[in-house]
């Protein structure tokens, strides 16, 4: 629940400072939002990821490697 109350909260922040700019449509929440909000909740639980290398990042998105 605090991981969805983080990311609502998030939302609300994003969207005091832009809604004014936006016109009435359906926004996808930012990606990097999400991504801060997923971090912070995994360093409170001690968990830290590692940053992919150039060739895992190019195998993950390659539809030619087969899994």
Do not use: C, H
């Not at 809604?19 to 801060?36: C, M, N, T």
Request: hydrophobic share 35%; aromatic share 10%.
């Amino acid at each position: 629940m605090d991981l969805s109350f983080s990311t609502q909260l998030n939302a609300m922040i994003w969207l005091t400072k832009n809604g004014k700019s936006l016109k009435p449509a359906v926004y996808e929440f930012p990606k990097e939002l999400d991504r801060q909000t997923a971090s912070a909740k995994l360093e409170t639980m001690g968990i830290k990821i590692d940053k992919w290398t150039p060739e895992q990042e190019a195998y993950a998105r390659a539809y030619n490697e087969g899994t």
